[in-house]
């Protein structure tokens, strides 16, 4: 198990760098258009197409390293109070849940991205084709699928996370 989490640790924090870089993108953009707003009383034309198109990725790249990281908030309150049996059943229920939920995302973002891709839709000012940053995010919520199911299956042996490599 641990070569497959390293290989899925690989992957999720390659997709959650990416984010950061595209978030840091977002930033950077965000401040040279304030400057240059500033200076020539315009906007960067565009800015505002390529902040949203990022912005689907920065956000949908960071769920699959969380939950391979198990980042995700907790509450305690009735596995504390159940004893540890029932604590760790409430653990199994929990990953359980938060898998069929990212199915589901999986599922909609999948179904929007299509929609989006038929309809040919467009950003407003750039005419960017939409379509194609909604696969890309949808392919996030899709490895969430596999990299959940690890911790499922993690969490029903017993296993706790490692860091790669160790």
């Not at 401040?31 to 990725?57: C, F, N, Q, W, Y």
């Not at 909609?108 to 000012?125: L, N, P």
């Amino acid at each position: 198990m641990d070569w497959l989490e390293d290989k899925l640790t690989l992957v999720t924090r390659t997709a959650a760098i990416l984010g950061v870089l595209f978030l840091l993108m977002v930033a950077g953009l965000s401040a040279l258009d304030i400057i240059v707003r500033e200076i020539s009383g315009r906007p960067i034309r565009g800015a505002g197409d390529i902040a949203k198109l990022l912005t689907i990725i920065i956000i949908a790249s960071s769920f699959p390293a969380g939950l391979l990281e198990r980042k995700q908030v907790e509450v305690r309150l009735l596995g504390g109070l159940l004893g540890p049996k029932m604590n760790r059943a409430m653990d199994v229920l929990g990953t359980l849940l938060t898998g069929a939920m990212f199915l589901l995302i999986a599922y909609y973002v999948s179904i929007y991205a299509g929609k989006v891709s038929r309809s040919q839709e467009y950003s407003m000012v750039l005419n960017i084709p939409v379509g194609p940053w909604w696969w890309a995010a949808s392919v996030c919520f899709w490895v969430c699928v596999p990299v959940q199911l690890f911790v499922i299956l993690s969490e029903l042996v017993g296993r706790k996370r490692t860091e790669p490599g160790s």
